[in-house]
Structures are given as C-alpha cells and as structure tokens.
RNA sequence: CGGGCUAUAGCGCAGUCUGGUAGCGCGUCCGUCUGGGGGACGGAAGGUCGCAGGUUCAAAUCCUGCUAGCCCGACCA
C-alpha cells in the first residue's frame, strides 16, 4: 500500500476522551473512530488488524474440528423467556421492539439461539461431539463504556458451543478448547494465561479466563511465577486425544492463578513467597462448561444408543476479538507509539523514502516496494511529501515491526536500512538483502 | 446508578467570571527555500460557539430546559 493513496488519518495530538495508551494510539493511528459511547467505526488500518486476528482464531477453531457458522445480531426475546434469562440478564442487555410490537434484542451472547438451532435438528448421539462457533458483533449495553475498544458496547466476539453426550466428552471439548485458545493467543503474540474464573450470569461450574498482563488491565490477578515461565511453543496436537489435552490443560492450570473474583488468601499463601505475584490483566476470553443447563431449559436432547433421551452437555467459549487489540496494544508499545507482533501487523514492513521526488530514491523505493509485494511482506510505503521526522514519527506511531529506511547518502553506497521497531536495531544492507530478510521473516 | 466535569475550525485549546464584529497552536491547501527524527518564510481556506427557548439595543458569554461525551466509584467479554 502507498500511504498516499491509503486512508489513514494519522493524528498527532490526543483527541480529549482517551485516557489509557491502547485507546490513545489506537485514534492517532488512524485504526478507530468513536460512533457514539462505547461503540466505534474500523478505519481500513484497523479493520485490516481486526481481519487478521479473526483470520488466526477461525485457523486455530478449525484445526480443532470446530465449524465456523454465523448467527444473527438481533435475536427473539421469546427464546430468551424460554431460558429464563431474559429477565436475569438485566440493563446490559439491548432490548428493542419492532413494527409488530414484538419484543427484540441485539444479542449479547449466544446460548439460547444456538440451542435452539441444535434442538431443532437434533435427535442421535451420533451426531455428537460437535462444536460450532462465529465471530459476531454482540452488545451489551455497559453503564459505563471506557477505554475504547476494551470495554465498548458493541464488540467483535468469537463464540463457540460445543455439545457432547456425556459430561466426560464435554470435559474432553472444555480441555480442547483450553488448548486452542493457549495456541490462539501465542499466535497473536501475547502470553495469556488461563486463570480460574468465575461463573457470571452464563453460569457453570468449570470455567476459565485468559489474561494478558498489563498494567492498565482491569482485573487484580494473582499467580504462581511459575505460570508465566509456561510456553505453548506450537505444539503437535491430537486434539481428539483425551489425554493429551487433559495433560495439556493440568500443565497450564495446576499453577495458582486466580482474579479477584475467586481469589483465595489461604491458598495463595502457600505459594513460595517469591513466587508470588500480584498484578493487573485485560481478560481476552473465558471457556465454560455448564452441564445441562441450557439443554434442560431449551429441550435440547438426543436418543442415546439405548433408545433413552437425554439432554446433551453443553459448553460455551468466547474471545473477545476486538478486545483483543486493545491488550495486544497495552502490552507492546512505547512512547513513541504501537509496536505489532509480526503476527499481527497491518503491514509487515514500512518504506521510507527520505527524499520523495529524487529519482533515485524513487526508482529504489519503487523496486523495494515491488519486491517486497512479490515476496509477501506487505509493505507499507511512505511515498508522501514530508520531512523524514514526520515519516519517521507516522512509522513508529503505527507500529509496523520493521522499517526500511532508503535514503541518498546510503544509496551512494548500495545500503538501505532495515530498522526493528521494537529496539530501533539497525542494519545497513543492500536492498535486495533487506527484501530476502523480509521474506524469510514472513515466509 | 451515585459523585465530578466538558461541549468554541479536522485535532488540542483560549475567550465565558466582567455581554459589544470569534482567536491561538497543530493539521489542511498554494508558493518558495529546505531535506536523515514532526524545518523556515509568505499566502489561503475552514466556525449557525452542542440543541431549543428566554433576558437584552446587543449573547460563545447571563437564565431555563434538553442532548451528547468524558472522568471517579459501584457493575461487566
């Protein structure tokens, strides 16, 4: 992309509302605009970032055998009566009417309908285990939206059910789940761990939640060092294999690690003291496992293989994915703006042209640019008319982890300059080594 | 939902107390010089001062009502 012909409307004040960095950077850098409290527009650069962390959870969800599908925003109260939370669940949810005076709501997960939708075709065992999620925009009417796309109303939100005969199969899909979302968030870049967690109105008795450590996170969490030395490292995974993900799940969570929701003095306390650690996590997603509550509520059964019908075991997952950039932005910046992972990069490099309109310059970013779209990399090409500060300082507020610098003195020499966001590293090199090294580290 | 606050040009702000022809910085557009970390100079465009009503010869400014947004707390993916 040529930032010229590109949309992305760089700030370089801090609009008024925004209070903690991710919101900050993510107005300057032109990724979100505020629509109205708590709910925003994707500006291309965002929305290309957005893509690419639905693209990495639809990968992982798939390699585990669970089918993407999508549901509707808007959503009959009446199955929400069914279930019984269409009063439990309170001022969050959006309620709205239509011409005919039936009673709506703008979903703000997605349980009943799901359940409805398995109900209405189910019948065997057979055709269990199954597993079905979407990544769909939900609302939940927030007293009080901050902090930009962490806690907005309206959110980007995998979620995903499965549905299992026996409540060992279910435990079996809860471990699965808990193993594809450690290899989902490793993918982005970002260490999350799972900690023991509370219910909430969903409800159930086993449930996660993920936490990325930040500062700026609005949850206490309390953990065993021990937790955070854990690594996935993109494991060779079986996920129908039962004991490997049970091993998996025990390793990742024998460790304390709690919020404060289910945080236990007592227990913490046993812990090495030096191993204790008190700090603050954004939450990026949570799985449940909640038996038969929904199944019983909605008449959500099958005929086993003795003739018998039972309610199915259900489980329910989520990430928040919009959420999602917010942490990875909390957790990887500095002063100077963004840094991406790789992984998640709008773009995978920048070029900076230092002298637009010498044609040298030109010719050589011209070629870079080419080589560098031809390889992959996905580069981002500063082309407009500033001073090299300005491109330097639009490179760094935008965070993209790797920056080719061509400008005359070095091209007298044959070198361009390959620059690393995250520690401003730099190496001169010929062009065509700067491209090798871009496609090798995208390849 | 309790408490606090804000609304003036695309963004950041001053002007409001004490009513009298709406300003600054950045950004944008044009030109010249410049050219390796937000450069200099010259020129230009851009605002029903959140909305509605009221007081007044005169309202961004005073009064009333409304709307939107932000912060702290309680609550939440």
């Not at 002298?355 to 996905?378: F, H, I, M, N, S």
């Not at 401003?424 to 496609?439: K, N, Y």
Request: aromatic share 10%; proline share 4%; hydrophobic share 35%.
């Amino acid at each position: 992309m040529r930032l010229s012909r590109y949309f992305l409307p760089i700030l370089k004040e801090t609009p008024a509302e925004a209070q903690i960095v991710s919101h900050r950077l993510m107005l300057r850098a032109g990724m979100i605009k505020q629509a109205s409290a708590g709910i925003y527009s994707w500006l291309p650069m965002g929305f290309k970032v957005l893509r690419k962390l639905e693209n990495i959870v639809h990968e992982e969800q798939q390699r585990a055998g669970h089918h993407p599908m999508l549901m509707p925003t808007l959503q009959s109260a009446d199955l929400w009566r069914e279930s019984g939370r269409y009063d439990d669940y309170g001022e969050e949810m959006l309620r709205i009417t239509d011409r005919h005076g039936r009673d709506m709501l703008y979903g703000p997960t997605n349980e009943e309908l799901i359940t409805d939708i398995f109900r209405s075709y189910g019948g065997s065992y057979k055709q269990l285990p199954l597993t079905v999620y979407h990544i769909q925009w939900k609302f939940r009417d927030e007293v009080r939206p901050r902090f930009g796309v962490m806690r907005g109303r309206e959110f980007l939100m995998k979620d995903g059910y499965n549905f299992d005969l026996t409540k060992e199969d279910a435990l079996h899909s809860y471990n699965r789940h808990l193993v594809t979302y450690l290899r989902t968030y490793e993918r982005m870049g970002l260490k999350a761990i799972p900690m023991r967690a509370d219910g909430g109105p969903i409800g159930g008795d086993y449930t996660h939640e993920f936490l990325v450590l930040a500062e700026t996170g609005e949850s206490e969490v309390f953990y065993d060092s021990a937790v955070t030395d854990l690594s996935f490292d993109d494991r060779d995974i079986d996920y129908n294999d039962k004991a490997q993900c049970g091993a998996i799940l025990e390793e990742f969570t024998s460790k304390y690690a709690r919020t404060d929701e289910t945080h236990e003095e007592a227990l913490f306390n046993e812990i090495p003291e030096e191993r204790r650690m008190t700090a603050r996590g954004i939450e990026v997603g949570q799985i449940f496992y909640f038996g038969t509550k929904y199944s019983d509520a909605l008449g959500a059964t099958v005929t086993d293989g003795e003739g018998n019908k039972t309610a199915v075991h259900m489980g329910s997952h989520g990430i928040g994915v919009s959420r999602l950039i917010g942490a990875i932005i909390e957790a990887s910046h500095d002063d100077k703006g963004i840094i991406w992972p790789e992984q998640v990069t709008p773009f995978g490099a920048g070029i900076v042209n230092l002298r637009q309109g010498d044609d040298a310059t030109d010719a050589a970013c011209e070629d870079l640019y080419a080589k560098l779209t031809a390889a992959g990399v996905d580069p981002l090409y500063d082309d407009r008319e500033e001073r090299a500060g300005g491109k330097f300082a639009s490179m760094d507020l935008i965070g993209l982890p790797w920056r080719i610098t061509v400008g005359p003195r070095g091209l007298k020499e044959g070198k361009v300059e390959l620059t690393r966001r995250k520690d401003g590293e730099t190496i001169e090199m010929s062009p065509d080594d700067a491209v090798a090294r871009l496609a090798e580290i995208y390849g």
